[in-house]
């Protein structure tokens, strides 16, 4: 069972908040932002690792040395796919769905909804023990039918980057049982 929000070193039980960003927002709720050791606190990265994803335009830059819901969210999701995805693939299935970093207006949803409906589709397809493709696809589409605002194009956007997202969580949480359990007969 997933016991942690993707992307993020918090605890987290889906069915005590419907979205797993809901816990994280308390974070900005008296700040204008977090720091970069916070950052790294929330998420178990290295602080090179996420000034290289900065500086390499794949996360908006900090304002004022504080990272923003935006960044945090951004930083998140390629945290969560990266250990069975390529990072070059990673970032561009980013821009896929929600183009330029820095521009908005090009999304087709915004990075914290398509958080917390990879957040879902993650503890859904994890509770039911789905690593089938077909049956990730059910649940995925279930989760894009109740978000508002997308023309069918958007939808089938949407549907692919979460298909391909949960497929790369699940086969990175594979590839961490694999290794522990190498480290058992190796250690």
């Not at 589409?141 to 692919?160: A, M, N």
Request: glycine fraction near 6%; charged fraction near 25%; hydrophobic fraction near 40%.
């Amino acid at each position: 069972m997933i016991k942690y929000i993707p992307g993020t070193v918090l605890e987290f039980d889906i069915n005590k908040n419907s979205c797993a960003f809901d816990v994280i927002k308390p974070f900005f709720a008296l700040t204008n932002g977090i720091t970069l050791a916070q950052v790294r606190e929330l998420t178990g990265l290295e602080t090179s690792t996420i000034q290289n994803w900065v500086k390499r335009g794949w996360v908006p830059s900090p304002i004022n040395k504080r990272y923003g819901e935006r960044q945090i969210v951004r930083i998140m999701l390629i945290n969560s796919i990266r250990r069975a995805m390529q990072i070059e693939n990673v970032i561009n299935l980013m821009a896929y769905i929600n183009g330029d970093v820095e521009d908005t207006s090009d999304d087709v949803v915004s990075d914290e909804v398509l958080f917390n409906e990879f957040c879902k589709a993650v503890y859904l397809s994890d509770k039911s023990n789905a690593y089938d493709n077909e049956v990730i696809g059910a649940i995925v589409r279930e989760q894009v039918s109740h978000v508002p605002g997308l023309d069918e194009t958007g939808k089938e956007k949407l549907q692919k980057t979460l298909q391909i997202m949960v497929l790369a969580f699940l086969a990175g949480q594979i590839k961490d049982r694999i290794d522990e359990e190498l480290a058992d007969i190796f250690s």
